[in-house]
């Protein structure tokens, strides 16, 4: 990731290597130095293009990426120091009004209700039969809630 595994310039020298061997092979058939240097190059096709697949193969090219990014915003920063004050402050501030936004928020809002269970806190409603078996979200009434108790205290020490 952070270091090639082999060089470029092995890589330029393995392609003038492939290009040395066809030119000889061609000045043996009788052609001309340049004209030999010519044919070569065209049937080996685009070295740079080559260079380039070479470059981009086994490489993560999101973090060259990432890197050429980071050098460049740290010379862009390095060139406008009023801006970048600016713009650290303006960071700070924003992290620093959201952190204590959240704390907040955590603190009152989002906090565990009082109890020793409370995932077992439950809402006790009535349905209304009249009315489609709606739920009423009113609340029911405390006698409401002594009787339900005990019927249910009832029924759960019935023996069959």
């Known amino acids: 990731m952070l270091r090639r595994k082999r060089k470029t310039s092995d890589f ?37 293009q080559a260079q380039e697949r070479f470059y981009e193969a086994k490489r993560w090219l999101w973090w060259d990426h990432f890197w050429q990014d980071l050098r460049f915003g740290t010379r862009t920063l390095a060139r406008n120091p009023g801006f970048t004050v600016v713009a650290v402050t303006t ?54 809630y002594l009787s339900w108790r005990e019927v249910s205290k009832c029924s759960s020490t019935k023996k069959v």
Not at 13 to 32: K, M, N, S, T, V
Not at 114 to 140: C, H, K, M, W, Y
């Open 91 to 144: 960071l700070a501030l924003g992290i620093a009004v959201n952190a204590t936004m959240f704390s907040l928020v955590s603190a009152f809002l989002l906090r565990r209700p009082p109890g020793q269970d409370p995932e077992r806190i439950v809402v006790v409603t009535a349905i209304n039969p009249t009315a489609n078996f709606q739920p009423d979200l009113s609340p029911i009434s405390g006698a409401n």
């Open 12 to 48: 330029d020298q393995e392609i003038e290597g492939h290009l040395q061997l066809e030119i000889d092979a061609l000045r043996e058939q009788g052609w001309g130095v340049e004209e030999a240097r010519a044919r070569a190059r065209r049937e080996f096709g685009n070295v740079t």
